[in-house]
């Protein structure tokens, strides 16, 4: 069904996205389901297609073109192919994380970040839920306390997606402790520095592919300019994200239940029972031919 809401450019990239997953994601999902973790290589190729730099600035590797209808179609795309459900990351660095980078960096941070992270060499993750802390974002503990021209950083975060994967983590944390919402800040993170761990990872009931992990901090020593935005105005910075977050996972959601109804659709016209299409038994038909398939179970 042709849409309305998609041009000529969005269809031709979406040709580009389709053929994206049929080379590099459906071939290795079982290898990244069953390792739990995925390939590295995935995110290079992405960033080779120009899947996380659409509305990145040209002059950092990106398309310059701020359409959120491109997000949707990475999304759709994946669902179509049956590997959304994986929990490839994908969608974490392209809708949710990369948006705090083009919303607050510096230039001088745009030219360190940006590149690596459009390209697909740096890998994102963001680091907002603690164990006593999930939704309640206000009520966070981990903690960054200034000395001189740095932030020591301790706490620790959980259900991190690619936690594993991480080059760079934006983290939530607290520098006016006793200041609530008013007091968080947000501080990029280099997963190599000194203090820095991550733990094992989580498992759950799908995306086994996706590393969700906890992460933890001891005396992490960050350079004071990696602050992102101002200091004590994290929280404000995280509410106005988490608008296109929810709306990334309300088109995965939907597009998910798209493709639920098709392969239901599919196989209600094509299987058959008791020498008919199962998509033909339909209220009180159903209901006698379940009293049927039950009472053949047990013996009756």
């Known amino acids: 069904m042709k849409r309305d809401l ?9 040709a580009s996205v389709r053929r994206f997953v049929e080379e590099h994601v459906a ?6 389901e069953q390792e739990g973790l995925v390939g590295r290589e995935l995110f290079r190729a992405a960033g080779t297609l120009g899947l996380f730099g659409m509305s990145a600035p040209e002059r950092y590797g990106g398309a310059g073109v701020a359409d959120f209808r491109y997000n949707a179609i990475l999304s759709e795309e994946l669902a179509a192919a049956d590997v959304l459900s994986v929990g490839l990351g994908l969608s ?3 809708d949710i994380a990369l948006p705090y980078l083009l919303g607050d960096c510096t230039p ?23 164990p006593g802390a999930g939704s309640d974002v206000a009520n966070i503990a981990t ?4 000395d001189g021209a740095e932030y020591v950083v301790n706490g620790s975060k959980t259900f991190i997606t690619n936690g594993l994967n991480a080059d760079l983590v934006v983290v939530a944390v607290k520098t006016a402790p006793t200041a609530g919402r008013k007091g968080i800040s947000l501080l990029v993170v280099e ?3 000194p203090g820095f761990s991550r733990g094992a990872k989580l498992q759950k009931i799908g995306q086994h592919a996706a590393d969700t992990a906890e992460l933890f901090f001891a005396d992490v020593r960050v350079p004071a300019d990696h602050l992102l935005g101002e200091e004590n105005r994290g929280f404000y910075v995280m509410m106005s994200n988490l608008v296109q977050e929810r709306l990334a996972v309300a088109v995965q959601a939907t597009a998910q239940a798209r493709r639920a109804y098709e ?12 020498g008919a299409r199962i998509g033909s038994f339909q209220h009180a038909g159903t209901t006698e031919v379940m009293k049927e398939i039950i009472g053949r179970s047990i013996g009756l």
Do not use: Y
């Open 191 to 193: 997963a190599d520095r």
């Open 108 to 130: 001088e941070q745009c030219e360190r970040w940006l590149p690596g992270v459009i390209s697909g060499e740096t890998i994102l993750a963001l680091a907002m839920s603690e």
């Open 143 to 146: 903690t960054a306390v200034r």
């Open 92 to 94: 974490l660095q392209a």
């Open 6 to 14: 998609f041009g000529e450019e969005h269809d031709a990239f979406r």
């Open 263 to 274: 392969l239901s659709l599919a196989h209600a016209t094509t299987r058959e029972a008791f």
């Open 27 to 32: 071939p290795n999902r079982g290898k990244w």
